[in-house]
């Protein structure tokens, strides 16, 4: 997984009923933008992010 600053970190729900999460990545930490990630929640929250296989890149 690569990504820039900008980018959207999308994460699926793996549970049926709940909402998927998305958030912008603010800080790219890795090398060749690989993980982790700084990224800014839809509901405000900042956190670190080593995505998982649930997750995906859309282009900012």
Known sequence: MQATVGDRLVVESNKVGSPRREGEIIEV???????PYLVR???GHEGLSYPGPDAHI???
């Open 29 to 35: 930490r890795g090398p060749d933008g690989e993980p």
């Open 41 to 43: 929640w839809s509901d």
């Open 58 to 60: 859309s282009q900012g």
